[in-house]
């Protein structure tokens, strides 16, 4: 590791202005991303400013909703009794990612602001446009099983890693962020980016801002009762997904009045299934319809040489997931 200032500001606009001033510094939160990528050589800071003092921790029911800080870990989160009363698809997908350890160190900002886990980025012997622009990408003509269906280019074919940011995409969360420029607001939509010719950049974070907080609408709550998180992986537990749905649905008389569902593992950013979302509104609890939303929401799917097996398993993944929701599997 190279040597590197280090500072510990108490408030979140001396912590800003600190980074301002830093081309190369970076804001440390639980350290479960930033540390690693730091011992690997990926990121090689001059200053890291440790945000863990400023007062962003709070987790509380709003007029609106919910407000969770960007320093609450997400086991405080997905641990929280309103949170699991009224947005249990954030526990479930929460406790679906990493380890007890890592989840009680990392916090919801940097879950958002995490890495992809694509090999190539972390081999700094290859070529990777995300670590060094220009570079080329490993991945597109090499072992790419954990990679892309969706909205990928020929500069990247990374998917984003959490589970977390999945069930935030479902839950119409809102991102806020401050910076030398002031706050403002950003749906979790519009906060990850597809890589397009700048995969370098995971989100739309300007320079030097930083995450404060991220609050759930009051909407969202009504989806509380119909929920399942799959996550699909290489071994049940401490891995990243081949393929995730979260699979929110709010029914009455065995009519879906409404849907939410989103996918990970097959995008560079959550993957919200919105015309699926559409086609089962108004639609009756049962597996055919289920099957029509999976079919509807993989097209424009696109697979390369090793991740074929992912564009019958993330279908197979949508149905069986609101299968789980809807109690039509246990
Ligand atoms: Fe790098 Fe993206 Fe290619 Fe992976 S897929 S090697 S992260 S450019």
Redesign the pocket.
């Known amino acids: 590791m190279n040597q590197f200032q280090y500072t510990r500001p108490a408030e979140t606009a001396v912590a800003v202005k600190s980074l301002a001033k830093e081309p190369n510094g970076y804001f440390l939160a639980g350290g479960t991303n930033l540390v690693d990528m730091m011992k690997m050589g990926l990121v090689v800071p001059d200053k890291l400013i440790d945000i863990n003092r400023l007062p962003l921790k709070k987790i509380e029911k709003t007029a609106t909703g919910m407000h969770i800080g960007a320093l609450a870990s997400n086991s405080e989160v997905a641990e929280h009794a309103y949170i699991k009363a009224q947005y249990p698809l954030l526990a479930l997908a929460i406790n679906a990612g990493a380890s007890p350890q890592l989840r009680n160190m990392a916090t919801v900002g940097g879950n958002l602001m995490q890495r ?1 886990r ?4 972390f081999d700094t012997a ?6 060094t622009p220009g ?6 003509e ?1 072992i ?1 099983r954990m ?2 269906l969706f909205g ?1 280019s020929d ?4 998917v984003n890693p959490s589970d977390m940011n999945v069930a935030l995409a479902a839950l119409d969360a809102t991102i806020h962020v401050t910076g030398v420029k002031g706050p403002r607001a950003i749906k979790i939509g519009d906060f990850h980016r597809l ?1 397009g010719d700048h ?1 370098e950049l995971d989100n739309t974070l300007q320079k030097g801002e930083l995450i404060t907080s991220v609050d759930l609408p009051t909407a969202s709550s009504a989806y509380n009762k119909h929920v399942y998180y799959l996550k699909i992986r290489d071994r049940t537990s401490y891995a990243f997904a081949l393929v995730s749905v979260a699979a929110a649905l709010h029914i009455e008389n065995n009519t879906i009045t409404g849907a939410r569902l989103a996918m990970g593992g097959v995008a ?1 950013k959550p993957w919200r299934l919105s015309t699926a979302e559409t086609f089962l509104k108004g639609k009756a609890v049962n597996e055919d319809n289920f099957k029509h939303a999976a079919q509807i929401a993989m097209q424009g799917a696109k697979a390369y040489e090793y991740n074929k097996f992912k564009l019958k398993l993330a279908p197979n993944a949508i149905v069986q997931s609101l299968k789980l929701a809807t109690g039509l599997a246990s």
């Open positions: 992809t694509c090999p190539y980025f290859m070529p990777c446009n995300k670590r570079s080329g990408c490993g991945a597109l090499g790419n990679h892309a990928a500069k990247c074919i990374a890589p995969p560079h």
